[in-house]
């Protein structure tokens, strides 16, 4: 089976812009989470998607959105971008198959945004 | 909330020392236990995971322990490589009624030396 696939793997953007990420699941994975890694901060959840609804979100303001389509892929959305948005963004997908906390989340190689 | 504690890097070992990295949590309700892997320039990949008290993840030579008395899930392997510099994460999942999320560790930045 194909990995999870992240696209763009580096994006530089300026302060103000806005910036579309995609990221596209394992085949048949039906739950895709996103998170923010920084120097400072570590690794962040963002939100996940199920059926193509937001199930759980993080603690992020509003600029951060995304959304699931049908065929499971999910792009996140960040607007107005600052230079604090600088960092690694990491999709994840999981088979979700029962729910439950034991289902392993499968990373995609992330996407690197330098914003200016 | 939950929380995971691992203990500060970088750590910077020779090739075929014992390696450990500490890892404490704290968590509402009963967690699922992983321990990731990142190398340079790549996304996480999972290394082991546990589900329960007293079961042992392993993999490609490291180990860890679920603890339930001292919340902890300590890594460890006998004998590193090179090719294992890499930065590691502890992290969790608790049971959230299907909406469950990792909650992960600082990292711990792993150096071999040859």
């Known amino acids: 089976k194909a990995g999870v696939t992240q696209t763009p793997r580096y994006l530089i953007k300026t302060r103000g812009q806005q910036v579309t990420l995609s990221c596209s699941p394992i085949s048949g994975h039906r739950s895709v989470s996103w998170y923010q890694q920084t120097p400072g901060q570590g690794l962040q959840f963002l939100f996940e998607y199920f059926s193509e609804t937001q199930r759980n979100k993080g603690n992020f303001p509003g600029r951060f959105s995304g959304r699931q389509f049908s065929n499971s892929r999910s792009e996140m959305n960040v607007s107005t971008l600052e230079l604090g948005d600088s960092a690694l963004y990491l999709c994840?997908?999981?088979?979700?198959?029962?729910?439950?906390?034991?289902?392993?989340?499968?990373f995609g190689p992330g996407t690197r945004l330098t914003v200016t | 909330g939950n929380s995971v504690t691992q203990m500060e890097g970088p750590v910077t070992l020779s090739e075929e020392a014992f390696l450990t990295i500490n890892c404490t949590y704290t968590a509402t309700g009963y967690p699922s236990l992983f321990w990731y892997v990142q190398y340079p320039g790549e996304g996480l990949q999972l290394l082991l995971k546990a589900t329960k008290a007293d079961d042992k993840g392993s993999n490609k030579g490291f180990e860890a322990t679920y603890r339930k008395e001292t919340t902890s899930f300590h890594l460890e392997k006998g004998s590193v490589q090179v090719s294992d510099s890499a930065v590691y994460f502890c992290?969790?999942?608790?049971?959230?009624?299907?909406?469950?999320?990792?909650?992960f560790g600082t990292g711990t930045r792993l150096t071999i030396i040859p």
């Open positions: 994840a997908s999981s088979p979700r198959k029962g729910g439950g906390s034991q289902d392993e989340q499968y």
């Open positions: 992290a969790l999942t608790t049971p959230n009624f299907g909406n469950e999320k990792l909650t």
